[in-house]
T-cell receptor, first 115, second 111 residues
């Protein structure tokens, strides 16, 4: 299994509070991704990073920000959590993109509940 | 057409059965295709990449039909342990196109 950890694994928070989720990898992969997964939806990309300090928005980026100050860490911040952000959040990594996509490996996920 | 579309199932099959999943995609320029497997309350894991010529890995066979823009996954001799949700994954649009995940097809293999 790829060396990806996420913390915390479970979190319950209140509406309006900031929340930061952490993804840590030991694979030295260049690309890192944050997805959310909700019933009735596939995995949806929130933000991704293609290198240290290089990030870009995904399909559902509103209300989220990210930072990547080291190759191994990718942080996802909910600036002011809302109930619609209750979800399971997955981090993923991949080695390269090139002309075709490399496999993405996923972390174990974080279950976030916003009350 | 939705970017990636799958029959949600569930597919309920007996052990030993052969089951096939199909997936259609809208981006005719896509070059990368995958099947992932996701167990209940777990992360998705790569099952297999899908190549133009089709490919096989043990009991699993993946096929790509570019003309019709669909991908299939065939599972032969189903095992109880094959029970999971199977996600079809396709390269998205644009120069920074990312992977687009289907909603998944749920498979339940019964004794």
């Amino acid at each position: 299994d790829a060396g990806i950890t996420q913390s915390p694994r479970h979190k319950v928070t209140e509406t309006g509070t900031p929340v930061t989720l952490r993804c840590h990898q030991t694979e030295n992969h260049r690309y890192m991704y944050w997805y959310r997964q909700d019933p009735g939806h596939g995995l949806r990309l929130i933000h991704y990073s293609y290198g240290v300090k290089d990030t870009d928005k995904g399909e559902v980026s509103d209300g989220y920000s990210v930072s990547r100050s080291k190759t191994e860490d990718f942080l996802l911040t909910l600036e002011s959590a809302t109930s619609s952000q209750t979800s399971v959040y997955f981090c993923a990594i991949s080695e390269s993109r090139g002309t075709s996509f490399d496999t993405q490996y996923f972390g174990p996920g974080t279950r976030l509940t916003v009350l | 057409r939705k970017e990636v579309e799958q029959d949600p199932g569930p597919f309920n099959v007996p052990e030993g059965a052969t089951v096939a999943f199909n997936c259609t995609y809208s981006n005719s320029a896509s070059q990368s295709f995958f099947w992932y497997r996701q167990d209940c309350r777990k992360e998705p894991k790569l099952l297999m990449s899908v190549y133009s010529s089709g490919n096989e890995d043990g009991r699993f066979t993946a096929q790509l039909n570019r003309a019709s823009q669909y991908i299939s996954l065939l599972i032969r001799d189903s095992k109880l342990s094959d029970s999971a949700t199977y996600l079809c994954v396709v390269e998205g649009r644009g120069s920074q196109g990312n992977l687009i995940f289907g909603k998944g097809t749920k498979l339940s293999v019964k004794p």
